[in-house]
């Protein structure tokens, strides 16, 4: 056995997530005889390596078939959502739709978050990093936008710090940016309709609140007051992401349950 799959293994397990741009994660993405190798000890034990081109880092999950065997071990099933009440799961559908959605746009298009107007010719380079994409969204906008919704300042600040503590989000001063797990435990291609032509329908329809470009090793940039903000949408998240949504590794195959990328 490979020690270098031994060590990149210990390692997602001990840090969680590890960054696209290691050493042994480039090898593991280009080399298909190390990913084989990988991949086949992680099934061993019920995991799976979990990646995708928009995200910045990868991380673990577990097998949709080993699933029924830890979660429903009991008369109920049992959903391992780090804690988070309805209110935090409904927080972190916000988030998502508000983060992840336009910078996959951006992505796609080969736009930069500091860019002015796309590059006709932007489609011929590389896929731009989360990284370079990612926007950051205003405290005091997401507050003023959904804080009767979601709990008002004391619970969202509570569930923020869960979320951030977790990896999904991180904090910059006044500025919500993505976290390492945000584009990677939600599945996207699921998840989407249901939220652009469902949940969140009345804000996609209005300007977006305030969103802040961050450049992440820079200081955050200072909100303004003056934003216009959505007013309808959290409510319908709330009954979209059920208790227990969120897990460690992934999520049980349940309707009340919000999708996670396989």
Do not use: C
């Not at 298909?32 to 799976?48: I, P, S």
């Amino acid at each position: 056995m490979n020690d270098d799959s031994q060590i990149l293994i210990a390692r997602l397990l001990t840090h969680q997530h590890l960054r696209r741009d290691d050493k042994l994660v480039k090898r593991v993405l280009s080399d298909e005889l190390f990913r084989a190798e990988v991949d086949a000890r992680l099934l061993a034990t019920g995991l799976k390596l979990l990646d995708n081109v928009y995200a910045d880092h990868v991380t673990l999950a577990l097998h949709r078939a080993i699933e029924p065997k830890i979660f429903g071990a009991r008369d109920v099933w049992q959903n391992n959502n780090f804690g988070l009440s309805r209110d935090g799961v409904a927080l972190l559908v916000v988030l998502w739709a508000q983060i992840i959605l336009p910078k996959r746009e951006r992505q796609e298009t080969h736009q930069h978050a500091d860019d002015e107007q796309n590059d006709m010719f932007g489609i011929e380079k590389p896929l731009p990093r989360a990284e370079d994409t990612s926007i950051g969204i205003a405290y005091k906008a997401l507050l003023a936008d959904f804080g009767d919704k979601l709990g008002k300042k004391t619970r969202l600040d509570m569930n923020l710090g869960i979320l951030a503590k977790l990896g999904f989000i991180e904090r910059r001063g006044d500025v919500i940016v993505e976290g390492p797990l945000l584009d990677l435990m939600m599945d996207t291609d699921q998840l989407k309709e249901r939220i652009i032509n469902g949940a969140l329908a009345d804000v996609f329809k209005r300007s977006p609140a305030q969103i802040i470009p961050v450049p992440r090793r820079t200081p955050p940039i200072a909100a303004n007051d003056d934003e216009p903000a959505a007013e309808q949408g959290a409510d319908e998240a709330q009954d979209d992401a059920q208790d227990g949504a969120m897990p460690a590794f992934d999520i049980p195959p349940d309707d009340t349950d919000l999708p996670t990328k396989d």
